[in-house]
C-alpha cells in the first residue's frame, strides 16, 4: 500500500487545531487557587510604584499589575498579599517560592534572565539610571561630577552601572553605598554625597516623597542606563509565566483599543469590535488557552483599568509624582509600549 505525504495545508490545519488546544493550569495556578491568594513581591516603598499608606493599603504601578493578575486568576483584584523586600532579597524570595511573582521595579537583563532560574515577562516600565543633585551644587550636567560622591544602593544595575559609566568617562566617581534605600536617602538629603542615583522614576518619587522641598533638587538630564522594568516569576512553570505576560500584554491592548474601566460592561454587550470581542470574551474564549476563564481579561481592566489608566493614576502628569508618559506611551502615540495581538 503506497501513502500519500499529507499536504501542506492539512498539516497547516493540524498544527493550528493543536495550537489551540486548552491549557492545563501550571503548578503555580494550583497552588495560588488553593490558597486563594496571590502572593506578590513588591519594593519597600516606592511611591508610584509599590508603596503601603499609614492604613497599610497598597498602591502603584507594580501593585497594580498584581491586583490585574489576581482578578484575572482568581477573580478579585482585592486576593493579594504584598510582601514588601529589599533590592538583595527579591530574587531569593521568588527563587525559594516565598512569593508567586516578583513585581518590584526590577531590570530585565541578561544575567538575571539566565542565571537565576528566574523568567522576564514584560516590560511595565521603560526606564532609565539618572542622578540628582542638589540646586545649589550648580551642577547642570551628570559629566560635572567628576570626583564627586554619589549615594547609591547595594546589590542593583544602578551601582553597576554607576562604576561603569564613572570609568568609560573618566570621572573617578566615589560611590558611597548603602544596602536600604532608606540609607540611600538618609545619607543624600544629609549632604553626605554630592548626587543620588538610581532609575529616573525612583529618584522623582523621592523627591517628591522625602525632601523638604522637591523644588531644591534637580533630577540632572543624562539618562546613563537602559532600565526595562517589570514582573518576574520562576523558571519551570511556563503556564504561570504566560498568564503574567499577558495580563500585562492585556492592560497595553486595552488601552489601544479604548477599552476601560469603565466601558468594560458596556462594550461587553455592545461592541462589534473583534478586538474587543476577545479582550473582553464577549466573541472568543482566550483564557481555555491559558487555563483561565473567558472573563479572566475583562475583570483585571475592570479592576485596575487599562495601562494608560494605570500609569495616569499612579506617575502620570497628574499625579503626584507628574512623569510624562515619554516611551512609556503606546507604540501608535510616539512611544515604544507594544503588545502582541491578543488573538
Same mark, same amino acid.
Given at each position: 500500500m503506497t501513502f500519500k505525504p499529507l499536504s501542506t495545508l492539512a498539516i497547516s490545519v493540524a498544527a493550528l487545531g493543536a495550537l489551540a488546544l486548552p491549557?492545563?493550569?501550571?503548578?503555580?495556578? %494550583?497552588?495560588?487557587?488553593?490558597?486563594?491568594?496571590?502572593?506578590?513581591?513588591?519594593?519597600?516603598?516606592?511611591?508610584?510604584?509599590?508603596?503601603? @499608606?499609614?492604613?497599610?493599603?497598597?498602591?502603584?504601578?507594580?501593585? %497594580?499589575?498584581?491586583?490585574?493578575?489576581?482578578?484575572?486568576?482568581?477573580?478579585? +483584584?482585592d486576593k493579594v498579599k504584598f510582601v514588601p523586600l529589599v533590592a538583595q532579597a527579591r530574587f531569593t524570595a521568588l527563587q525559594s517560592g516565598e512569593v508567586d511573582v516578583l513585581s518590584r521595579n526590577t531590570t530585565f537583563t541578561l544575567t538575571r534572565d539566565a542565571s537565576l532560574g528566574l523568567s522576564q515577562t514584560a516590560v511595565v516600565y521603560y526606564d532609565g539610571q539618572g542622578f540628582m543633585v542638589p540646586v545649589k551644587s550648580k551642577?547642570?550636567?551628570?559629566?560635572?561630577?567628576? +570626583?564627586?560622591?554619589?549615594?547609591?544602593?547595594?546589590?542593583?544595575?544602578t551601582e553597576k552601572n554607576l562604576t561603569d559609566y564613572s570609568k568609560a568617562n573618566g570621572l573617578n566617581v566615589?560611590?558611597?553605598?548603602?544596602?536600604?534605600? @532608606?540609607?540611600?536617602?538618609?545619607?543624600?538629603?544629609?549632604? $553626605?554625597?554630592?548626587?543620588?542615583?538610581? %532609575?529616573?522614576?525612583?529618584?522623582?518619587?523621592? $523627591?517628591?516623597?522625602?525632601a523638604k522641598n522637591p523644588a531644591d533638587h534637580l533630577i540632572l538630564p543624562e539618562l546613563i542606563s537602559k532600565e526595562?522594568?517589570?514582573?518576574?516569576? $520562576?523558571? +519551570?512553570?511556563?503556564?504561570w509565566a504566560a498568564i503574567v505576560k499577558w495580563t500585562?500584554? +492585556?492592560?497595553?491592548?486595552?488601552?489601544?483599543?479604548?477599552?476601560?474601566?469603565?466601558?468594560?460592561?458596556?462594550?461587553?454587550?455592545?461592541?462589534?469590535?473583534?478586538?474587543?470581542?476577545?479582550i473582553l470574551g464577549s466573541t472568543e @474564549?482566550?483564557? /481555555?488557552?491559558?487555563?483561565?476563564? /473567558?472573563?479572566?481579561?475583562?475583570?483585571?481592566? /475592570?479592576?485596575?483599568?487599562?495601562?494608560?489608566?494605570?500609569f495616569e493614576r499612579n506617575v502620570g502628569p497628574k499625579s503626584d509624582l507628574q512623569l510624562p508618559r515619554g516611551l512609556n506611551n503606546l507604540w501608535n502615540k510616539g512611544g515604544i509600549q507594544y503588545a502582541p495581538p491578543i488573538r
Open positions: 491549557a492545563h493550569a501550571g503548578k503555580t495556578l %494550583d497552588g495560588i487557587k488553593a490558597r486563594g491568594q496571590v502572593i506578590c513581591g513588591v519594593h519597600t516603598g516606592l511611591a508610584g510604584f509599590s508603596a503601603a @499608606d499609614s492604613n497599610g493599603k497598597w498602591s502603584g504601578i507594580d501593585v %497594580d499589575v498584581c491586583r490585574a493578575v489576581a482578578a484575572a486568576t482568581l477573580g478579585d +483584584g551642577i547642570k550636567s551628570a559629566k560635572q561630577l567628576k +570626583g564627586q560622591t554619589v549615594c547609591v544602593q547595594s546589590g542593583t544595575t566615589k560611590p558611597v553605598v548603602f544596602e536600604k534605600l @532608606d540609607a540611600v536617602e538618609g545619607a543624600y538629603f544629609s549632604g $553626605r554625597c554630592v548626587a543620588y542615583t538610581t %532609575d529616573a522614576s525612583g529618584l522623582a518619587s523621592v $523627591r517628591n516623597k522625602s526595562p522594568l517589570g514582573p518576574m516569576v $520562576r523558571r +519551570g512553570d511556563d503556564e500585562v500584554y +492585556g492592560l497595553l491592548e486595552a488601552e489601544e483599543y479604548g477599552v476601560t474601566a469603565a466601558n468594560v460592561d458596556d462594550l461587553k454587550a455592545n461592541s462589534k469590535d473583534p478586538v474587543v470581542g476577545r @474564549d482566550t483564557g /481555555k488557552l491559558l487555563g483561565l476563564d /473567558k472573563e479572566w481579561l475583562a475583570r483585571a481592566v /475592570k479592576t485596575t483599568g487599562n495601562y494608560g489608566e494605570i
